[in-house]
């Protein structure tokens, strides 16, 4: 057992020197081309975390026409209320929603050149779970209701983008993990090619094929993992410059959201997995040029 560990020491000890003499350009080559899929698995987690917030709570707009009557508007009231699957509900002047209006720059000017309130009466109903659909029709047939809006429409079409964008993710991430193998096969075949002497005198004194493939195996895995720690400094880097033009954006919007942080978990698995392909690598590059030397 210790003697077995001694090899793996002398092996990993051996990958050091080489990778450091060698290994970081492709190390770095690695890093920017897996900072492309982490990069998006970060901005895809952002966004079906804004998602989620935009549906927790869905709301439903009621607009009424414009000749219903004030005491007509507020009968509307009792059916709301006895709708179970209505869970809160508030109503909004017309005098108000103008008031709001007239509060946004610019548009004061406009709403006055009009003469007259052109905003109806609405209300804002907060719904009992996701299926809207139902009780935006039932809403919609409702006696003096001249138009109503569901949140959930556009909260739908961003789950819909992030799922087409998860898909185009998964395929990038195929197509940069192949590439990601080929480069550390090239990397380990150009290091056969430089040791190949000293291979074939290791061959003819006894040394088994093990005891070869583990420097190489060691050293396609130390890239491996060396490019998926730079890819995951790059997202941080990245997504840290965007946070600060994010946080402008969504403070005008009265918002305090930001992009989502790989999470120490998500940093591990992306840095395991580069090195088990870096190893792939090795190993595909380590079988094929052996038996060439043999």
Do not use: C
Not at 4 to 18: D, E, G, K, P
Not at 117 to 136: C, H, I
Not at 220 to 244: D, E, F, K, T, Y
């Amino acid at each position: 057992m210790i003697g077995w560990l001694r090899q793996h020491v002398r092996a990993l000890r051996l990958a050091l020197r080489r990778f450091a003499a060698g290994g970081t350009l492709s190390a770095l080559v690695i890093g920017v081309a897996l900072a492309l899929p982490t990069g998006g698995y970060a901005l895809l987690e952002s966004l079906r975390g804004l998602a989620t917030r935009a549906s927790f709570d869905p709301q439903i707009s009621i607009f009424l026409k414009g000749e219903v009557k004030r005491a007509e508007a507020l009968a509307l009231e009792r059916p709301l209320r006895a709708d179970r699957r209505v869970a809160k509900i508030r109503f909004i002047p017309r005098e108000e929603a103008l008031k709001e209006l007239n509060a946004v720059q610019g548009l004061a000017e406009v709403t006055a050149a009009l003469g007259q309130n052109p905003l109806p009466d609405t209300y804002v109903v907060t719904a009992r779970g996701d299926d809207l659909d139902p009780l935006v029709a039932d809403l919609a047939r409702m006696p003096g209701v001249a138009h109503v809006q569901s949140d959930s429409v556009w909260a739908r079409r961003l789950a819909a983008i992030a799922s087409a964008g998860r898909l185009a993710l998964w395929l990038l991430a195929s197509v940069l993990g192949i590439g990601l193998v080929s480069v550390t096969f090239n990397t380990i075949r150009l290091q056969i090619l430089t040791h190949r002497t000293e291979i074939e005198v290791s061959k003819l004194i006894g040394a088994t094929d093990a005891f070869i493939r583990r420097p190489f195996y060691y050293l396609g895995l130390l890239q491996g993992m060396a490019g998926g720690a730079i890819a995951i400094a790059i997202v941080w880097i990245s997504l840290a410059l965007l946070n600060r033009e994010v946080a402008v954006l969504a403070e005008s919007f009265g918002s305090g959201y930001r992009l989502t942080f790989p999470g120490l978990p998500d940093a591990i698995i992306a840095i395991a997995l580069a090195g088990l392909l870096g190893w792939l690598g090795a190993h595909l590059s380590v079988s094929k040029h052996l038996r060439q030397i043999e």
